[in-house]
């Protein structure tokens, strides 16, 4: 059923492809020959999974790099960040493997960040409420899944069962005996920490082991993906109306760099800015809930398209979601081939399908300046 579906959707996207960034032949003759592809040379007669490093580590499900076996081989936790001015600069989300933005009510936007490796981090947030579409993409992960509540259609999921949560709301308390503290009075001081998540976790009795059978969510290019087909894209500018995100390239280290609200968008923690080897642009289709401002997503049982980015290119890919746990799989649209990332950091920016064109991909970074 899956490949029917792709199939027919590669048929729409070459009927209705999405303005993409125009490649300039010109000027990418150097940048190409420059830019060093930031991967480990791996053995290739060994499973990508099964490689391991000298020191013993494994090869982590979220980002493909080596990381501890304690926390390589455990479920990833999942937590709601808040993204509103006010909460700004949010705390410990550097260290997560992959992250979720998408835009909720009122125009704004929340996002989802997911550990494997949430250890030694002191603060971690702040921790805002659920959506339905989060605990969706969380279930992709198994993950343990923390938030503050959440709006009726995300309970309904989560008391089904759809994921085991952590809601931050029941279990806060004072820092370093509970799962969840504040800082402050408001709505915006919220926050857990790696001590709060495992006494969240103990208290509950979820188990860390992932299934025997678990299927990791990505797979990763043994040596590198450059995205040879695709366009020059050094700069990309997300149509999110109260936040106003962006991203640039950095050839130098082969990272997407963020800002938003018109500035760097740093971690508080360890006050670098955020940044990401692979953002993939996942167009949705959506609706409002009857009788509030609460927006839905249509991903179970669907397909779409998108953009994956990385290594300054981009390329149109169609995505595919077969049930409601089910791993979001995303392919090349000219070939059909699920894609391989490069390792590193995943952003995967939900994007609502009548807005999608308002995404602007600069094939030059310079064309961006300029542009603003």
Not at 172 to 192: I, N, W
Not at 226 to 236: K, P, Q, R, W
Request: glycine share 8%; charged share 20%; aromatic share 12%.
């Amino acid at each position: 059923m899956k490949k029917q579906l792709v199939s027919a959707l590669l048929v729409l996207t070459m009927v209705t492809s999405l303005v993409a960034c125009g490649k300039n032949e010109e000027e990418n003759t150097s940048t190409e020959a420059a830019y060093d592809v930031d991967q480990e040379p791996v053995d290739d007669s060994v499973p990508f999974w099964e490689q391991t490093s000298d020191e013993g580590q494994v090869r982590s499900y979220l980002t493909g790099e080596f990381v501890d076996a304690e926390y390589g081989r455990q479920r990833p936790v999942a937590v709601m960040i808040e993204n509103t001015k006010a909460c700004l600069p949010q705390y410990g989300i550097a260290n997560a493997g992959v992250i979720y933005e998408c835009v909720v009510e009122g125009g704004i936007t929340r996002m989802m960040a997911i550990f494997d490796d949430y250890s030694g981090l002191d603060q971690i947030g702040n921790i805002r409420s659920s959506r339905p579409y989060y605990v969706y993409f969380a279930s992709e992960y198994d993950a343990i899944y923390m938030h503050a509540g959440g709006n009726p259609a995300a309970f309904e999921l989560i008391d089904n069962g759809l994921v085991d949560n952590l809601n931050a709301l029941q279990l806060e308390g004072k820092k370093g005996s509970a799962a969840a503290y504040r800082t402050g009075k408001s709505e915006h001081t919220l926050y857990t920490n790696s001590d709060g998540i495992d006494k969240g976790i103990e208290k509950l009795g979820y188990s860390q082991e992932l299934p025997s059978n678990y299927e990791p969510h990505f797979t990763f290019a043994e040596n590198g993906n450059d995205l040879a087909d695709g366009e020059d894209c050094e700069a990309v500018e997300l149509y999110y109306s109260t936040n106003h995100p962006y991203w640039i390239y950095n050839e130098d280290d082969g990272l997407y760099y963020r800002y938003e609200f018109n500035q760097k968008q740093v971690d508080a923690v360890t006050g670098d800015q955020l940044t990401a080897k692979n953002i993939i642009i996942q167009d949705v289709d959506w609706w409002t809930y009857e009788g509030s401002q609460y927006l839905g997503y249509l991903l179970s049982y669907n397909t779409g398209t998108g953009k994956y980015i990385s290594n300054g290119k981009v390329v149109d890919i169609v995505w595919s979601k077969d049930a409601d746990s089910d791993i979001t799989h995303y392919y090349y649209a000219g070939s059909g081939e699920e894609i391989q990332l490069n390792t590193g950091v995943t952003w995967i920016q939900a994007s609502q399908q009548e807005y999608s064109s308002k995404n602007v991909f600069y094939a030059d970074k310079s064309d961006f300046s300029k542009a603003n």
